[in-house]
């Protein structure tokens, strides 16, 4: 994929060179090459589940149950669904949901679709998977305000419910917690937004969008760099940015502890977003074109401001109409129903060939080589060659590290004293990944021979 994406810039520069050779002026718009961005905005054709809960029809239909159920909630009136509406992208159609105690709770209902690629949920990411996110708005106390073990007791009580628990999971035919939470998970994993128009044109068909639909598709790929963060078919990097929107919420900052997240939040999907206004994590713009208004004028300059957000926007009536165009062919017509993809397990980690070296570079938010081999008493050094500031973390059974915010120019360096795999991340940029295998010293000497 990297190196697909390498060809790929180095393809779009070339034909921007010619342009400009050519005499293009600069507020000519460079020609789309569809060949690259077909590649970079392709489906899936399986969605990812985690080794630790295999999707099956008994469990995802037992998901489906309980994500209606308002005996989950305290007051027994609240469901998953009371916020997150099918109808409007699993969103609610409203800026806050009011909470129980009737005032606004402090952010918008994200939609729900896609989230099985997913890297962290919640706008700051402080949940890492499906299954740990799903009892946090059961207990919150404005939200659901549920105490879980009576929930369970109620759904304990109902034969029907017995019985489905007891089917979803025959190993261990319980109404329990970690069941409760595993059957939420797999159902929410089946909610893959559908094909639209978009995905027509992905696939080939160029009739499929109108003019001011493909000039919109230009300038997002283009000169207003919106796909600097809204990449792939999901528009997501999966990252946390501060955009520059006005509010006191810090975001990804207090959860990582670096004042450097302040104000960053995660990069919203933008499939299916027709359904799911108002917009940001507060709810604050009510419409695309106030987005878009947002990127081109009202952009709050502060130092938290992310590195990839293009200096300065100037964008014309007719560009912002365009890129409005654009995103609307992003959503279906009617209110969309999830797309069946077949499930297929994944584990975490690259399969990239692992490179014996000390040294890692992070330029372009990659962390490069993505494997890499040491030997037990061997130190790991990770290079901020980059433009923007990143967050080594490194969680494991028998290590931790976590490099605080790491500007670019520093250095981290990581000592290794046992054998084994560990992987690394970037706490603001989760998508780089790094797996590191250190070999006992018995174990390295036939390696090293060999070479
Ligand atoms: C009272 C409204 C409400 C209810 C009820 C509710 N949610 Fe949410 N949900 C929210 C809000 C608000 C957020 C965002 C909170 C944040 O990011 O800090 C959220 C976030 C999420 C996310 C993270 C999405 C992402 O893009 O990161 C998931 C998943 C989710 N909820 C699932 C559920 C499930 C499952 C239930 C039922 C057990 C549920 N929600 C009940 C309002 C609600
Ligand atoms: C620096 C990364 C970055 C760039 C560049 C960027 N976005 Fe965003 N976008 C985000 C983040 C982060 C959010 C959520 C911010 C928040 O809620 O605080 C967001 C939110 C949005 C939303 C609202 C989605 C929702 O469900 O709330 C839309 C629509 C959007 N962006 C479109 C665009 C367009 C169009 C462009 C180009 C003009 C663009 N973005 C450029 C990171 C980016």
Redesign the pocket.
Same mark, same amino acid.
């Given at each position: 994929m990297g190196r697909c994406g390498l060809a790929g810039t180095s393809r779009v520069l070339a034909v921007l060179a010619l342009a400009a050779i050519l005499g293009g002026a600069a507020d000519r718009p460079a020609p789309l090459d569809a060949g690259h961005w077909r590649k970079a905005f392709t489906r899936p054709d399986h969605t990812p589940v985690p080794p630790d809960n295999p999707a099956t029809q008994e469990k995802v239909s037992l998901g489906a149950k309980l994500f209606e159920d308002p005996r989950l909630s305290g007051s027994g009136d609240v469901a998953c669904s009371t916020c997150h509406q099918a109808d409007l992208s699993f969103s609610d159609g409203i800026d806050r949901h009011p909470g129980l105690d009737g005032q606004p709770l402090d952010r918008?209902t994200?939609?729900l679709w896609n989230l099985a690629w997913a890297l962290s949920l919640f706008?700051d990411g402080r949940a890492d998977s499906l299954e740990t996110q799903a009892i946090v708005p059961i207990e919150n106390t404005r939200e659901m305000a549920g105490d879980l073990d009576l929930s369970l007791q109620a759904l304990s009580a109902d034969p029907q419910m017995r019985k489905a628990f007891a089917s979803a999971f025959p190993e261990n035919p319980a109404v329990t917690r970690a069941n409760m939470a595993k059957a939420l998970a797999a159902f929410q994993r089946t909610l893959v937004s559908p094909e639209t128009r978009f995905d027509r044109w992905v696939k080939g068909e160029d009739a499929a969008l109108e003019p001011d639909e493909l000039a919109g598709l230009s300038l =997002?790929v283009g000169k207003?760099?919106?796909v600097?963060? @809204?990449k792939g078919w999901r528009f997501t990097d999966d990252a =946390? @940015?501060d955009?520059g &929107?006005p509010g006191e919420d810090r975001?990804r900052g207090p959860i990582l502890g670096i004042a450097a997240a302040d104000?960053?939040?995660?990069?919203? /999907?933008?499939r299916e977003?027709v359904w /799911?206004a108002p917009?940001?994590?507060?709810g604050s713009?009510a419409g =695309?074109e106030d987005?878009?208004d947002h990127?081109?004028d009202r952009v709050i300059r502060r130092p938290t401001l /992310?590195a990839?957000?293009?200096q300065r926007?100037d964008l014309s009536p007719t560009e912002r109409t365009q &890129?409005v165009a654009f995103?609307n062919t992003l959503s279906s017509n009617d209110p969309p129903r999830p797309a069946g993809l077949p499930p297929k397990v994944m584990a975490f980690g690259t399969d990239a060939e692992a490179v014996a070296t000390s040294t890692v570079s992070q330029k372009d938010r990659r962390f490069t080589p993505t494997s890499v081999l040491l030997k037990v008493g061997e130190a790991l050094r990770i290079l901020n060659d980059d433009i923007r500031v990143h967050n080594v973390r490194l969680d494991g059974p028998d290590k931790s590290f976590n490099s605080d915010a790491q500007n670019p120019g520093d250095t981290v360096t990581i000592g290794f004293d046992r054998a084994g795999r560990y992987d690394v991340i970037c706490g603001i940029h989760p998508e780089m990944r790094l797996s590191v295998t250190v070999l006992a010293p018995s174990t390295t000497e036939p390696a090293q021979n060999k070479k």
């Open positions: 918008r994200p939609p706008w =997002f207003a760099a919106c600097a963060c @809204h =946390f @940015h955009i &929107l975001g104000h960053a939040f995660k990069t919203p /999907s933008l977003r /799911s917009y940001m994590h507060d713009l =695309f987005v878009v990127y081109a /992310s990839d957000l293009p926007l &890129l995103l």
